[in-house]
Nanobody, 123 residues
Framework: VQLVESGGGLVQPGGSLRLSCVVS????????IYWFRQVPGKGREWISG????????DYADSVKGRFTASRDNARNTAFLQMNSLKTEDTGVYYC?????????????????WGQGTQVSVSS
């Protein structure tokens, strides 16, 4: 199983980026996809989850109203559209799947992770 993120980069505050997470090695359409970010010196922060059938998504308060999760199951790909980016959104963004011990779209553990993509928001 492999998850590959892409779409990160350097953007000015107020700008937008769209992250992609391509899943291979399993049928992504039956798995929820989760997004996290990590800043140096801190643990990974859950920021979003999207259900396997695209029927609902959930967001951390820090990104609610600015980030939108979506997916294209025909392409085994999930997306995270990030608008109105702030300097505090800077970090490495990861996607994950196959969560266990879940409450809603947050889980205690995740079996598969991508390698991460760097997002830097700076003027």
């Amino acid at each position: 199983v492999q998850l590959v993120e892409s779409g990160g980069g350097l953007v000015q505050p107020g700008g937008s980026l769209r992250l992609s997470c391509v899943v291979s090695g399993l049928t992504a359409s039956i798995y929820n996809i989760y997004w996290f970010r990590q800043v140096p010196g801190k643990g990974r922060e859950w920021i979003s989850g999207i259900k396997f059938d695209d029927s609902m998504a959930d967001y951390a308060d820090s990104v609610k109203g600015r980030f939108t999760a979506s997916r294209d199951n025909a392409r085994n790909t999930a997306f995270l559209q990030m608008n109105s980016l702030k300097t505090e959104d800077t970090g490495v963004y990861y996607c994950a799947t196959d969560g266990n011990y879940c409450s809603g779209l947050q889980c205690k553990e995740y079996r598969y992770w991508g390698q991460g993509t760097q997002v830097s928001v700076s003027s």
